[in-house]
């Protein structure tokens, strides 16, 4: 299983990468500032997922390094990063 940090994911580009790596059969870990557009885009990732493939969200910001120590955190419990 592959798996990939997208980090912007609750609107725009990053919600379209995301979508299209969930199709693609990735394991994600999405990322955006707003807790409540983050879950909603979560939401939407669900049914685009493959079986046994799964996207955790983590809200926050990518410049803070506590927070992408989040996300690698999350993307290693997934089994290890690949993108």
Partial sequence: MSVAIVTGASRGLGQALAEGLAREGWSLVIDGRDPVALAAASDRL????????????VAGDVTDAAHRR??????????????
Avoid: C, S, Y
Avoid at 70 to 75: E, H, K, N
């Fill in 70 to 83: 989040d996300l690698v955190d999350a993307a290693t419990a997934l089994g290890g990063l690949d993108l």
């Fill in 46 to 57: 669900t049914p685009l997922l493959t079986a046994g493939n799964t996207a955790r969200a």
